[in-house]
């Protein structure tokens, strides 16, 4: 899990993009952001890598992001 909260745009896509690169493929990663533009930065960052989005949901100001390395 990757908890980029109180992190500002463009911060939580850098991070998620540096914790996605040490992965190997198919592992997954769960990633929670407080910053709105999250929500328009992770999809937009998984379509430059070709990485999958599995589920995203938001509780209690908190975007939470569930992602397979591809």
Do not use: W, Y
């Not at 952001?33 to 999250?38: E, F, L």
């Not at 100001?61 to 591809?70: A, C, D, P, V, W």
């Amino acid at each position: 899990m990757l908890d980029l909260s109180g992190l500002k745009c463009p911060l939580p896509a850098l991070r998620t993009r540096k914790a996605l690169k040490a992965l190997v493929s198919g592992a997954r990663l769960s990633v929670i952001c407080t910053d709105p533009m999250a929500a328009i930065d992770i999809p937009h960052l998984l379509n430059q890598t070709g990485d999958t989005l599995t589920d995203r949901h938001e509780a209690e100001g908190k975007l939470t992001f569930e992602i397979r390395r591809s």
